[in-house]
T-cell receptor, first 113, second 112 residues
Framework: DTGVSQDPRHKITKRGQNVTFRCDPI?????LYWYRQTLGQGPEFLTY????????KSRLLSDRFSAERPKGSFSTLEIQRTEQGDSAMYLC???????????FGQGTRLTVV | GDSVTQMEGPVTLSEEAFLTINCTYT??????LFWYVQYPGEGLQLLLK?????DKGSNKGFEATYRKETTSFHLEKGSVQVSDSAVYFC???????????FGAGTQVVVTP
């Protein structure tokens, strides 16, 4: 399977714990995006990378959130001190630079209890 | 601020019926426009796109035309199948790096 893969698919955590998600983009794709989707809503942009450079962070991304893309390959999204409001589907997408033609992973569903 | 608005669902149709999902946007400039589809249990997939005014995107029997004058990008299919049951998202670019702004999604249910 050469699509975008995300791990884990599901994560249940207690409030206050830290969690980390991983995204493996399509191998030749230089752009990588993170989005968050809550029930009944469309995905909302969180951050994106051009190779290893993080180009923009949404205001949705509080100081508790951090994302990395070492060496321009896989990416991680870490949430520290999770809150119930962080419960959502976290989506990763990658593209080769053709604007908007992003390929999405199946997402990581986070539940904070 | 700029936005993407699409009709609320669920939209329930019988097989072979005509489907329209309305999408309008507000934006400065001329964004590229997209329809993404999410089938049950799967990730978002690009369905079709249009990059400039009057462009028509098409795929799998679906079509949408970029209408600058009405700032719309309505999705249509002439004869739906049960396999078209999914959630459809309208989206626009917000910059030259491919960042997308999505509508809330419209669930389509096609019954035999």
């Amino acid at each position: 399977d050469t699509g975008v893969s995300q791990d884990p698919r599901h994560k249940i955590t207690k409030r206050g714990q830290n969690v980390t998600f991983r995204c493996d983009p399509i191998s030749e794709h230089n752009r990588l995006y993170w989005y968050r989707q809550t029930l009944g809503q469309g995905p909302e942009f969180l951050t994106y990378f051009q190779n290893e450079a993080q180009l923009e962070k949404s205001r949705l991304l509080s100081d508790r959130f951090s994302a990395e893309r070492p060496k321009g390959s896989f990416s991680t999204l870490e949430i520290q001190r999770t809150e119930q409001g962080d419960s959502a589907m976290y989506l990763c997408a990658s593209s080769l630079g053709t604007v908007g033609e992003a390929f999405f992973g199946q997402g990581t569903r986070l539940t904070v209890v | 601020g700029d936005s993407v608005t699409q009709m609320e669902g669920p939209v329930t149709l019988s097989e072979e019926a005509f489907l329209t999902i309305n999408c309008t946007y507000t934006a400065t400039g001329y964004p590229s426009l997209f329809w993404y589809v999410q089938y049950p249990g799967e990730g978002l997939q690009l369905l079709l796109k249009a990059t400039k005014a009057d462009d028509k995107g098409s795929n799998k029997g679906f079509e949408a035309t970029y209408r600058k004058e009405t700032t719309s990008f309505h999705l249509e299919k002439g004869s739906v199948q049960v396999s078209d049951s999914a959630v459809y998202f309208c989206a626009r670019t917000t910059d030259s790096w491919g960042k997308l702004q999505f509508g809330a999604g419209t669930q389509v249910v096609v019954t035999p």
